[in-house]
């Protein structure tokens, strides 16, 4: 008889299952988008107009544009965000954001003469040149904002455009800046679960390249104004002075519109269209009267300067081309006798200026 001995050795069997939870309590993280626009629904194009720009305000018209923004969270969890929005100088000199400009069609010739120019400033609500984050100015900085699940949050910043002086060359026509045309603004936004979130404008942040395109633009006017004018005086005269001359160069001073063409029409108290009037006496009961011209030249002979200039012919008044800046213009007078009662003599000419 055999018996055969078995040792049996035991050891432990590990089984790994998964941990299965119940679909139900799953929780997904943050899904956040954001966009922004400038006079806009935040996604689209604006456009921020400063109208129509004459000689009398392009160093100091202003205007406005609201900059909004909008953050969607599609997941089922709520946080916080933070938003920030940055703009160069635009589409001619990225920057320049202490100085903006826009300009007209130069055919990539660039002026220096700034005849096509009109400078700009773009500033926060709070006065600081909004720019950029790595350049001069500041970005806008919307804070820590809370975002709930499957939720949308709005804002807004209001933003202050202003010309900012050295204008005056500036000729007619319509002038842009496109804050669209290439990367001239930059959203960038971070999200956390907890609060404090983090700030989208700390140090080591990236800036994103979410754009929101706009333009700036103005439409430059003919304009002129009447800036000063002062008396032709022809002093004091002997009642047997004939052929008695005068002149003022500084009788009128027009500012108008760089490279725009005006025409001066002067016409005397008695309405004559040809630079023929005449002085009356301040004496009461005086009636005498002392005749005259208006002229354009010197001499006796003179060129005549009446008042049928319109906007497009000079007629017979006078023709020149603003510059922007005040512009004086001479008057002439001739009196062919004052062989009247002795007296202050004197008559009120009315200025047309026509363009």
Known sequence: MKINIFQWRYSPLLILLPLLLP?????????????AGMNTAPGGTGIVNFGTITGTNANNA???????????????????????LAADGGEYDNNAVDRRYMERPRNGI?????????????????????????????????????IGAN???????????????????????????????????ALTFLTSTTSPAPNCNAGG????????????QAAIEPSCSIFATSNVNLGTRSASD??????NSNAITVNC??????YIGLKPSNNNQNGEGVMSGLTT????????????????????????????????????????????????????????????YSDTVTINVNY
């Open 23 to 35: 679909t139900g309590n799953a929780q997904a993280a943050l899904s956040v988008t954001c966009e």
């Open 62 to 84: 202003n205007t406005t544009g609201t900059l909004s923004y909008s953050c969607t969270n599609t997941g089922d969890t709520a946080g916080f965000v933070s938003v920030c």
């Open 110 to 146: 660039f002026d220096f003469n700034r005849r096509r120019r009109l400078n700009f400033t773009m500033k926060l609500s709070g006065g600081q040149t909004w720019g950029t984050r790595s350049g001069a100015g500041s970005e806008y900085s919307s804070g820590q904002l809370a």
């Open 151 to 185: 939720s949308t949050i709005t804002g807004s910043e209001v933003i202050n455009f202003s010309m900012n002086g050295d204008n005056n060359n500036a000729t007619q026509g319509v002038y842009t800046n496109n804050f669209g045309n290439g990367n001239h603004t």
């Open 205 to 216: 942040v990236a800036q994103q390249s979410i754009r929101f395109p706009f333009i700036v």
């Open 242 to 247: 004939t052929n008695i001359t005068g002149s």
């Open 257 to 262: 519109t760089n490279g725009g063409a005006y």
């Open 285 to 344: 009961g005086n009636t005498d009267k002392v005749p005259y011209k208006l002229h354009s030249t010197a001499g006796i002979n003179g060129t005549i300067w009446g008042n049928t200039a319109t906007s497009t012919t000079v007629g017979n008044g006078v023709a020149d081309f603003g510059t922007g800046s005040n512009k004086s213009h001479t008057v002439f007078v001739t009196v062919p006798s004052v062989d009247v009662r002795p007296d202050n």
